[in-house]
């Protein structure tokens, strides 16, 4: 399945706002997703975040000066406004919107702006009341009969730590509109899709429990992913040190017995169930009721097994079921014979012995098994990029 914003050209306007230093993760993102992406700046934008700093991240020179030293520089930019496929002006100030919406032309980024014929999108970020100013307001209706696309900035604590509208959107929402706007296919479009994530904890008193190493990483970018591919998604957690997902409604557990009662009642009508939770395998048979207090001699905690819940769910559940599993080695035997005990669609197996990737790592190496045979291996490389492949592996089996 390709990746359909691959070789897009982008054109980023970034304006002299305090959301100017949030265009760097857009512009990571968007070059995560292999866009060629050239950043223009106005003046005053390089007082919040320096042209370098964009030059580093795109790997391209960025367009400030109308009237560069370089005196062809100027024909080469109104060549490159010429063949972009979008422009991108985020974050877009009440200046910005003005200019464009009464063909001023002077500085660079207005004059792209006047130049191009590509679809164009501004996503505002400003004080609420320069939002509502009826000025500003006059320039984006006029911007919108014309065609160009003007988000509706977020609502939210702004610079000024008031609440109001004028707050910059969050990355996925811009990514999903630009997307939208370039009559990119969602792939999870209509799809609702069940993710568990991180570890499960099982008590052995009130103060101690039983757990694992499970960061939590790889569920949450597979619900960031199919976020981003136009799912809606529920994401259900064990305790984990990470924020919430913008976009996506989260359901909160701490031991297995509730992981296993939210997977119950939440994956009805679900498309798709995504199990990369590391659920606890035992769990004290009888907890303390108070602190066990510490002695020379060794104290020994009967144990007994937590439910499978990927067993359990298969009975229940008749939408795609996706498992994983964690082992050493890259024998992928026993991961197969998994795979048809739990009656999985598909199993992704990774890898706790292997450096800098599985459990708590920002990176990770696994292979994709399903029931017909077939072994899929991605190799080394983020967990996000990991999740937006695993993610249009299932969706080309389901389509």
């Known amino acids: 399945m390709s990746n359909r914003l691959k070789d897009k050209r982008i054109l980023l306007g970034v304006c002299g706002s305090i959301a100017a230093y949030k265009a760097c993760e857009l512009v990571r993102e968007l070059r995560k997703a292999e866009v060629e992406v050239t950043v223009a700046m ?111 900035p977020d609502e939210g604590p702004l610079a000024t730590l008031h609440v109001g509208v004028g707050r910059f959107p969050e990355t996925s929402r811009i990514i999903t509109e630009l997307r939208a706007m370039l009559d990119v296919p969602q792939l999870y479009q209509g799809k609702r899709v069940l993710v568990t994530a991180g570890p499960t904890r099982e008590s052995l008193d009130p103060v101690r429990y039983l757990s694992n190493r499970s960061s939590g990483k790889m569920g949450y970018a597979l619900a960031a992913a199919a976020r981003d591919m136009g799912a809606e998604v529920t994401l259900i957690s064990g ?17 297995t017995d509730e992981m296993l009662h939210a997977v119950e009642e939440e994956s009805r009508g679900r498309d798709i169930l ?26 020994v905690v009967p144990l007994e097994p937590t439910p499978d819940i990927l067993k359990t769910i298969r009975g229940k559940y008749a939408g795609t079921l996706v498992g994983f599993s964690l082992q050493a080695g890259s024998d992928l035997k026993p991961a197969r014979k998994k795979l048809e005990e739990k009656g999985a669609d598909f199993l992704v197996v990774n890898r706790y012995d292997e450096p800098d990737a599985g459990f708590d790592a920002e990176m990770n190496h696994v292979w994709i098994l399903s029931p017909s045979g077939e072994e899929v291996e991605l190799p080394p490389d983020t967990k996000s990029t990991i999740a937006r492949k695993v993610l249009e592996h299932i969706i080309q089996y389901m389509q």
């Open 42 to 152: 106005t003046e005053s934008a390089t007082k919040f975040v320096g042209p370098t700093t964009f030059a580093a991240l795109t790997n391209r020179p960025v367009m400030v000066h109308q009237f560069p030293d370089d005196p062809e520089a100027g024909v080469r930019h109104v060549g490159e406004a010429e063949s972009l496929d979008a422009v991108l002006v985020a974050p877009a100030t009440a200046n910005i919107l003005g200019k464009a919406a009464h063909a001023v032309a002077d500085d660079l980024l207005s004059t792209l702006l006047n130049i191009v014929d590509c679809p164009v999108m501004f996503v505002p970020a400003m004080n609420s009341r320069m939002w509502h100013n009826p000025a500003t307001q006059d320039a984006v209706m006029r911007l919108r009969s014309w065609g160009r696309l003007v988000l509706e």
């Open 274 to 299: 995504i199990m990369a939770a590391a659920v606890a395998d035992f769990r004290p048979s009888s907890p303390a009721e108070d602190k066990i207090p510490r002695t020379s001699k060794p104290t």
């Open 239 to 255: 305790p984990v040190a990470l924020d919430p997902i913008p976009g996506c409604r989260l359901v909160d557990v701490v031991t």
